[in-house]
């Protein structure tokens, strides 16, 4: 079972719509999460970090589910710009590297 | 924020010849830097750990004589592809810790190899 696991995607959405991505991992002993969003030929960057209680930015909701070893991020009111990879990441405790999932892409239209 | 500088952005090389790439931290120092790969529609795979000073921690299966790493400064780690060949083809990104700044991850703008 891989570390960290996505929707194999891609998703097709028109503008305005509601968009939910899912991902889990593996290691227990996982401590922090994150969403990242990369764009084509380009480095990932942070979207948001994911905290227990559940955290908001704008039109992004992340939520994380420590007994089911879930997170997600929901993407309300979608824009065209808002096409992209996303990244679900993982840093284990005591450890400083990440564990990136394979990517779910999202594709917006007009 | 924090920024992390990588040269250079794309680099055709010929089957048999040495790259180097750079990666430097703008505005505070990096005492760790990480080294990844990507292949299309995979995700980011850790190469290395870079750490100041010390010799580099390679991942399982990651050969620490095809990849060089030098981490000589608090600013700058060099990843040097030896003898590069056709499937050592990818997009190679370096991330560094602010550690000024919760801990946060800047990840430099990679590098695109082409071996032919």
């Known amino acids: 079972r891989k570390e960290v696991e996505q929707d194999p995607g891609p998703f097709n959405v028109p503008e305005g719509a509601t968009v939910a991505f899912n991902c889990t991992y593996s290691?227990?002993?996982?401590?922090?999460f994150f969403w990242y969003r990369q764009d084509c030929r380009k480095e990932p960057k942070l979207l948001m970090s994911?905290?227990?209680s559940g955290n908001e930015d704008g039109r992004f909701t992340a939520q994380l589910n420590r007994a089911s070893q879930y997170i997600s991020l929901l993407i309300r009111d979608s824009k065209l710009s808002d096409s992209a990879t996303y990244l679900c990441?993982?840093?284990?405790?005591?450890?400083?590297?990440?564990?990136f999932g394979k990517g779910t892409m999202l594709l917006v239209s007009p | 924020g924090a920024v992390v500088s990588q040269h250079p952005s794309w680099v055709i090389c010929k089957s048999g010849t040495s790259v180097k790439i750079e990666c430097r931290s703008l505005d505070f120092q990096a005492t760790t830097m990480f080294w990844y790969r990507q292949f299309p529609k995979q995700s980011l795979m850790l190469m290395a750990t870079?750490?100041?000073?010390?010799?580099?921690?390679?991942e399982q299966g990651v050969e620490k004589d095809k990849f060089l790493i030098n981490h000589a400064s608090l600013t700058l780690s060099t990843l040097t592809v030896t003898s590069a060949h056709p499937e050592d083809s990818s997009f190679y990104i370096c991330s560094a810790r602010d550690w000024k700044v919760n801990y946060g991850y800047t990840f430099g703008s990679g590098t695109r190899l082409t071996v032919v």
């Open positions: 870079s750490n100041e000073g010390s010799k580099a921690t390679y």
């Open positions: 990441v993982v840093n284990r405790a005591g450890y400083s590297t990440l564990t």
């Open positions: 994911v905290y227990s």
């Open positions: 290691n227990s002993a996982s401590q922090s």
